[in-house]
């Protein structure tokens, strides 16, 4: 079997589990597909570390794209943005330019956008971008358990009245900045939760990690708040299903050629191939459950 082949097979099966399609129509679709049970979206056009200036262009024109046609269709959907998409990799400025661009466009058709947090380096310049563009609640910003600053970071944000999308972390980071454990991780990410809880009214518990969930379901019973959940397509989305039963619930949906390190990435957090078959099963089951089965 040639390269080519491998690829097309990986693309078929795996990375279609994560990802709607290589195009806006695939991402307005399925969002709708998860519409129709309750859970709202949050579309993202792959691709990461543009350095050109043609391909970060080109992202804020999708974006805009994005937002127009999920206002024309009726699509309830945020949107994440990358900030290595939109020019981080050129100077920080451009970052912010186009940042701020989409938040004008979205704030005029009604849509959040939402800041995707990447490498360690870059988490600096994105916070400080988000805080100086924080416009009432149309925004937010995705904060990583893993990265030993977080709890500092959360703090800024919610003393600015932020939103925030609480992760665990997808990428491989540096033992001096980051919690080099699934154990020491989960436990912050505990810790920060509890602090959410306790100080903030804007969060999302974006985790797949049933304990943390039945955690946030716990301390709500103290807090009282509206809290929302947020998961990945194709994983455990059975579970969200169930959760938009009694909170409101958002799936994150990938869309674009750019398929490779998203899969990546999910492909190490899986482990093994027992998880990723039983994600295709789930896969299947949004559409049993859309039409009644
Ligand atoms: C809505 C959303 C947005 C995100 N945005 C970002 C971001 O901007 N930046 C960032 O760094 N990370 C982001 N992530 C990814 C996140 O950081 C984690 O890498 C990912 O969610 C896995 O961690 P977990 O909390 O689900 O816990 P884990 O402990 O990794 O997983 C809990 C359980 O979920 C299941 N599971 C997890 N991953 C898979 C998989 N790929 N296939 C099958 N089963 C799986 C397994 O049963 C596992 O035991 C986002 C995640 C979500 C849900």
Redesign the pocket.
């Known amino acids: 079997m040639n390269y080519m082949c491998l690829n097309t097979i990986f693309e078929k099966t795996f990375a279609g589990t994560w990802i709607a399609g290589p195009n806006i129509e695939d991402a307005i679709s399925e969002a709708r597909k998860f519409n129709a049970v309750k859970i709202k979206s ?1 579309i993202n056009y792959l691709g990461e570390e543009f350095d050109k200036v043609e391909n970060v262009d080109n992202a804020v024109e999708i974006y805009i794209a994005v937002i127009k046609e999920i206002r024309k269709r009726h699509i309830d959907s945020d949107i994440s943005v990358k900030p290595t998409q939109l020019g981080m990799l050129i100077n920080e400025k451009v970052f912010e330019a186009n940042y701020r661009k989409i938040l004008r466009v979205a704030k005029n058709y009604r849509i959040f956008i939402w800041l ?3 490498n360690a380096k870059y988490v600096g310049a994105t916070i400080k971008a988000y805080l100086k563009g924080i416009n009432g609640k149309n925004s937010g910003i ?1 904060i ?1 358990a893993y990265l030993k600053r977080s709890m500092d970071d959360i703090k800024k944000i919610v003393a600015k009245k932020g939103t925030i ?1 609480l ?5 491989v980071e540096n033992r001096d900045i980051s919690y080099n454990s ?1 154990e020491k991780t989960t436990e912050n990410y505990r810790r920060l939760l509890l602090y959410l809880f306790e100080k903030s009214n804007n969060f999302t518990i ?4 049933l304990q ?1 969930i039945k955690y946030a379901e716990h301390l709500n019973e103290k807090y009282n708040k509206t809290i929302n959940f ?3 397509k194709g ?2 989305n059975r579970t969200l299903t169930l959760l938009a039963k009694k909170y409101p619930a ?1 799936v ?1 949906i990938p869309f674009g050629t750019a398929w490779l390190q998203y899969s990546i ?2 492909l190490r ?2 482990g093994h191939l027992k ?2 078959f ?2 295709l099963l789930e896969n299947q089951s949004i559409e049993k459950q859309k039409n009644g089965a």
């Open positions: 949050i995707d947090m990447e995705c990583q999308r992760v665990k972390g997808a990428y699934w974006a985790t797949h990690d943390l947020a998961m990945l994983i455990k958002y994150y990435r999910r957090e899986a998880l990723i039983k994600s």
